[in-house]
């Protein structure tokens, strides 16, 4: 049996939190003086530190997902997560983790800050896992395995047998990122949360909650692993505007949920669109709100549409994505433009 405990780092384990001002005196309350953390006594909204358990937003995530508060770790946008992830689990110099290319770069870029060897097994067919490589390849030194689901690039989703059989028989934690999750027609892996002790789910609201700009990404994960995350988080990794921000979302998801149909909907009108260009081979099923597109060629097309003011992701120099752009779902206009644009050139 894996223990969780046996995974984390030596110097994580016997780490003792920084205990901030507010860490040690909590209740806000109006009837106490405030003299303890050399703060501007003035009151303009923002003078004081922020709730460094952004307790308000996490209720919210709490009841809206229904996992309880000790089970969620919130940070400065997905990124500072999976960063923690790997401060927490991987040795420098020591451990490698696993990724499944073509996926989301920012794996490699903190494998890479952390000093952490990136084990690369390429998807197969449909952009699939390969489970027997990812099982035959991890060691004693393997210790996260990164899943992107639905991924980017390739904008599918993995199939749910095969994510439940690597989390059944990958032997270190497993992240699945779910940051497209609110466009996808599978399942969100938070429910399964407790049936597996391994798993770590990111979410964030860059994408779907249209709040790129305010930088929150979530953790859930076992209380163990969110105990243990919150030891090593720097004390007020969420600011109170993104706070404030977050937790209104959060309460007024209508106008969201709104956006994301349209979204889908513009998606589905964009492929048969698309499908009917000379210049464009193929487009990929998509579950999210951006497709992968194998063009004639890339480089060019991805010039010609530099030049017409359109910008879009050139991602040709990715395993398995020759001659492939991705274009991310925009308003009608936005996506109307392209398609004149490519009829054009
Ligand atoms: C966009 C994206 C994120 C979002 O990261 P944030 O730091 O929360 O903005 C995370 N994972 C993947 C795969 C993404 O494409």
Redesign the pocket.
């Known amino acids: 049996m894996m223990e969780i405990k046996d995974l984390i780092r030596e110097n994580i384990k016997s780490l003792e939190a920084y205990s901030s001002a507010r860490d040690e005196f909590k209740a806000m309350s109006s009837e106490f003086v405030f003299i303890d953390a050399n703060e501007n006594p003035f009151d303009t909204g923002l003078n004081r530190y922020p709730d460094p358990q952004q307790n308000l937003v996490k209720e919210a995530l709490s009841k809206m997902k229904g996992i309880s508060k000790e089970q969620i770790l919130l940070?400065?946008?997905?990124?500072?997560?999976?960063d923690l992830i790997f401060r927490v689990f991987c040795e420098p110099r020591e451990d490698n983790v696993i990724v499944l290319p073509p996926?989301?770069g920012?794996y490699e870029v903190l494998a890479n800050t952390n000093a952490i060897e990136l084990v690369k097994i390429p998807l197969v067919e449909n952009f699939q896992p390969n489970i027997k490589e990812v099982v035959k390849v991890q060691d004693a030194k393997t210790k996260v395995l990164f899943l992107?689901s639905p991924?980017?690039p390739t904008a599918n989703s993995f199939d749910a047998s095969s994510i439940e059989t690597l989390l059944k028989e990958f032997n270190g934690i497993v992240v699945i990122?779910e940051?497209?999750i609110d466009f996808s027609i599978e399942d969100s892996w938070l429910g399964r949360l407790d049936e597996f002790p391994n798993l770590i789910v990111?979410q964030?609201?860059?994408?779907a909650y249209g709040l790129?700009a305010i930088?929150?990404?979530i953790c859930y994960a076992s209380k163990e692993i969110i105990s243990i995350l919150n030891k090593i988080k720097p004390p007020y990794n969420v600011n109170q505007l993104t706070q404030d921000v977050a937790l209104k979302a959060l309460l007024n998801r209508d106008e969201v949920n709104n956006q994301i149909t349209a979204i889908t909907s513009e998606r589905n009108q964009l492929i048969k669109d698309l499908e009917k260009l000379d210049i464009v081979d193929k487009v990929y099923a998509s579950d999210a709100n951006f497709l992968l597109v194998k063009v004639d060629n890339a480089n060019l097309r991805y010039e010609q549409l530099l030049n017409n003011g359109i910008v879009v992701r050139n991602r040709s120099n990715q395993m398995l994505c020759e001659n492939c752009l991705r274009f991310t779902i925009g308003t009608k206009e936005d996506n109307e433009k392209l398609i004149t644009t490519l009829k054009l050139i």
């Not at 940070?75 to 999976?82: A, R, T």
């Open positions: 940070g400065n946008g997905s990124d500072e997560v999976l996926t989301y920012m992107c991924n980017n990122d940051a497209y990111t964030t609201l860059s994408k790129a930088r929150l990404g």
